[in-house]
């Protein structure tokens, strides 16, 4: 046990290193530094889905040799005891092949009980088991006898020997241990190392809208672990088409881009929102996709979690006694639509731009080649 442990740990270590070598040292631009804003409203400081005030984000990135390159990110709605104090939340599925643990008992109850963990698609019953553990071990748990893991995954089996398991609790835990608030790391990093989007490397990305004053001041992120496919599109321009790399693309073209494959997004907000009105914003996120240029194929998972931070949305373990509570309404969720829907366009470029080429063996899954891209934009005149 100890030495597994340790082996864990060491993995870890050297991940950071690994993550700045795969692309040569190359320093990778975000959306906004090429001139990419999707939509109308501003991002919050970090543009990060850690802008929405106490929720924490943690990644374990596991780099083993050649053949090994995958991860696990957690995602903490706030810092204290989930269990006993539950946010608000609902799931909506855009296409259902994949795997979201956890999801239909968020649908029944309209809460989140549990730090929400993405990894690839093997792992899944790994993690469980190990935020099992962790809320298990929580002060104030000790009489808890279930607890409703939240779990969701991607395939990464092209750059990832998924079937040598490599992801084990002690890389779950120190994910969730490791959580916290401040930037966010993207790219090609824990749930998203061995991802790949468009044909090219995909990974973690992570964009927020803050909303003015006569909107409800509220703030919204977003975070998205992309492995799917489609015919790219970045600020309304055809990347996918003039870098002749898309699905269902002719023979002639120099790479087929995928059309199958998953995407997970979580959307959080402080804006008090009960289940019912978070689902229809984590719908946005889903329709959001759709601005990238998704195909939502046979074979893609596409979910969306949302869940308000809002202490007015939360439950309390064992409560038996009615409470009042202030939520938005109906009619003033309109702005928090659109936030969602440019957030999620804007997780989804973030995380093409900042992944770092991986290789496994023959199979290379390149980073977009930026200066490529800024082209197209020029020539499409969608940035300066």
Not at 47 to 56: P, S
Not at 124 to 134: D, K, P, Q, S, Y
Not at 139 to 164: C, H, K
Not at 297 to 310: E, K, L, V
């Amino acid at each position: 046990m100890f030495s597994s442990i340790l082996h864990a740990m060491m993995l870890i270590l050297v991940v950071a290193s690994f993550a700045s070598a795969a692309d040569g040292n190359e320093r990778r631009p975000r959306a906004r530094e090429l001139g990419i804003a999707p939509g109308v409203f501003p991002p919050g400081p970090l543009n990060a889905i850690t802008d929405v005030a106490g929720l924490e984000v943690g990644h374990t990135t596991i780099v083993e040799g050649d053949e090994v390159h995958t991860g696990v990110t957690a995602i903490l709605p706030h810092g204290g005891n989930l269990f006993q104090d539950k946010v608000a939340g609902a799931v909506f599925v855009g296409n259902a092949f994949g795997k979201l643990a956890g999801s239909t008992q968020v649908e029944e109850l309209g809460t989140i009980e549990t730090p929400i963990v993405l990894t690839n698609t093997l792992a899944v019953g790994t993690a469980i088991e190990a935020v099992v553990a962790h809320m298990l071990a929580q002060p104030g748990n000790e009489a808890v006898r279930s607890v409703n893991a939240l779990v969701g995954e991607t395939n990464d089996s092209e750059l990832n020997d998924i079937r040598r398991m490599p992801v084990t609790r002690a890389h779950v835990l120190a994910a969730i241990r490791d959580a916290k608030e401040g930037p966010v790391a993207e790219g090609s990093v824990g749930a998203g190392t061995g991802t790949q989007c468009f044909g090219w490397k995909g990974g973690i990305g992570t964009a927020s809208r803050k909303l003015p004053a006569r909107y409800g001041g509220h703030t919204l992120g977003v975070l998205v672990q992309t492995n799917y496919g489609g015919v790219l599109t970045i600020a309304g321009a055809p990347v996918g088409k003039e870098l002749g790399r898309y699905s269902f693309a002719p023979p002639r073209e120099e790479v087929q881009g995928r059309d199958d494959g998953s995407c997970m997004i979580v959307v959080a907000t402080d804006a008090p929102l009960d289940a019912r009105d978070l689902r229809r914003l984590a719908a946005r996120a889903i329709y959001g996709m759709g601005r990238t240029g998704a195909s939502y194929a046979n074979s893609s998972g596409d979910f969306a979690i949302a869940f308000s931070t809002s202490p007015e949305a939360r439950s309390q373990h064992g409560a038996m006694q009615p409470r009042t509570r202030t939520l938005v309404p109906p009619d003033a969720l309109s702005p928090l639509f659109q936030a969602a829907l440019e957030a999620t366009e804007e997780a989804i470029d973030n995380s093409l731009l900042q992944a770092t080429t991986v290789r496994r063996g023959g199979q290379t899954a390149e980073a977009i080649p930026i200066d490529r891209l800024r082209a197209i934009l020029k020539k499409y005149g969608t940035t300066p």
